[in-house]
């Protein structure tokens, strides 16, 4: 009896004892919240257009667990921010625990409405995080700009079709296709500012485009993705795409981070000049090609910097014609290929057909082609009755393994020399007096470099004239 009454005893003990456990009071800490930052600052954002996710961290860097009693953006459901925390999206969060010596992600997105102004405005708002009867804030900050958007969904039959004169006084912003139609012209000032979405392009089908870029005030196409992080990612839209245009023409533009920076097929049967004249025109970090010639296109260029292209800086495929002179055709990039690529034919495994055409213009004329790889010039032809292959390289610096001894390569023609650039991995493709480049060339119709500098007599090679 006496042995039940002790067990009885002991379980209520042992019971006792596990119920005091787990009313056992939580100690939470008295201290505040640390911050990654105390200011989100997002880099311009186009109206009504969503900008990336930005993150930033809040850590309990005490020993103990500490209760934040609201997080709460200060916009509330008027803010044009959206904050997540832990994963769940609302204006407002209350009574979450953070264990000691823990951090939690806070995630913020901004979609700005149109301002109605040319100039970016800043739009703020505020964080708000209470702990402990303190309240402490990270400020939120966008650049929000307007701009004239241009949208083509091909499959939905949706064309947002353009002639006349694009307006500069705030940018354009491409989604899809902004299109230039048959027999139609599209110019584009100086100063002008084009973004375009992924897989995006300008295409011109049949048209004519003009862009009328100025020294140092160039015209530019780019990514819309503005933040510093796609600076220098390439492939964020395809291009400028010229589909069997009228005679075109681009003048100082800078074309950066896209695929294939102007992309050229066949041409207007009508057309008896050149598809395009490139000048004064840079083109870099492209995901393939700088300049695309596909299929019968005509390209005429003078002072262009081409360079740090994915595959090439100049492909011509399946013929066309190409007239290059004082340009700089340059690999320095992670491409495995040489800068500039020249076949006149294309063969279509599927269909187990090849087609040929000519080259009736392929004149390299007081230009560069150097890079990083043994071998810049690859040229590889099919030739047969009917087919012309007219090349002309002169005053031409050429790197490559093997020396040529083709006619077509003349007296003139420059193997591995030095180009002796100042800085290729940041573009800088100036150089000193001591660079084979300098005074090597021989006079021709282009009067100034790309800089605007005189040339020389006789001048440099290349699109830079040393002073």
Not at 182 to 191: E, R, V
Not at 373 to 396: C, H, P, R
Not at 412 to 420: H, L, R, Y
Request: aromatic share 12%.
């Amino acid at each position: 009896m006496r042995l039940i009454s002790f067990c009885i005893v002991l379980l209520g003990f042992f019971f006792w004892g596990s119920l005091s456990s787990c009313n056992k009071q939580v100690l939470l800490s008295k201290a505040h919240l640390d911050f990654s930052t105390d200011t989100l600052v997002f880099d311009t954002v186009f109206t009504t257009v969503g900008s990336t996710t930005k993150a930033f961290k809040i850590y309990n860097n005490d020993k103990k667990s500490l209760q934040i009693d609201a997080i709460e953006l200060m916009g509330g459901a008027q803010s044009v921010y959206r904050i997540n925390v832990d994963g769940v999206p609302a204006d407002l969060h209350q009574d979450i625990i953070l264990e000691a010596k823990d951090s939690l992600f806070i995630f913020v997105e901004v979609t700005l409405n149109s301002n109605g102004a040319n100039q970016p405005l800043i739009i703020e708002d505020s964080i708000r995080f209470r702990t402990n009867g303190k309240d402490q804030f990270v400020k939120l900050a966008a650049w929000g700009q307007d701009a004239y958007f241009h949208y083509s969904n091909f499959q939905a039959q949706l064309f947002d079709f353009n002639e006349g004169t694009w307006p500069n006084d705030k940018p354009h912003v491409i989604y899809g296709a902004a299109i230039v139609d048959s027999s139609k012209t599209l110019t584009i000032q100086a100063g002008t500012k084009v973004y375009l979405h992924k897989n995006a392009l300008l295409y011109v089908y049949k048209g004519k485009l003009q862009i009328e870029g100025q020294l140092g005030n160039e015209v530019v196409f780019q990514g819309d993705r503005l933040e510093q992080d796609y600076q220098d990612v390439s492939g964020q839209f395809y291009g400028i795409y010229l589909h069997e245009a009228l005679p075109s023409s681009i003048d100082y533009a800078i074309l950066k981070n896209g695929t294939s920076g102007v992309h050229l097929f066949s041409e207007d049967p009508s057309n008896t000049g050149y598809t395009l004249q490139l000048s004064n025109t840079q083109i870099y970090n492209q995901a393939r090609y700088g300049v695309f010639i596909y299929a019968g296109a005509k390209v005429k260029a003078e002072n262009c910097v081409i360079s740090q292209n994915g595959t090439h800086a100049l492909l011509v495929l399946q013929g066309g014609s190409f007239n290059f002179n004082h340009c700089n055709l340059l690999g320095y990039g992670a491409s495995t290929n040489p800068a500039v690529g020249i076949s006149n034919y294309f063969t279509n495994y599927q269909l187990e057909e090849t087609y040929v055409s000519s080259i009736e213009e392929g004149v390299l004329k007081n230009c560069v082609l150097d890079g990083n790889l043994k071998t810049e010039l690859a040229i590889d032809t099919i030739q047969m009755t009917g087919v012309v292959l007219n090349f002309d390289f002169s005053y031409t610096l050429i790197k490559s393994e093997k020396v040529y001894t083709d006619s077509f390569y003349g007296a003139q023609v420059f193997w591995n020399k030095a180009s002796a650039f100042n800085n290729p991995s940041e573009r800088n493709f100036t150089f000193a007096n001591n660079s084979f480049l300098s005074n090597n060339g021989i006079t021709s119709s282009v009067f100034n470099d790309i800089l605007g500098n005189g040339r020389g007599n006789p001048p440099d090679i290349g699109a830079y004239e040393i002073q």
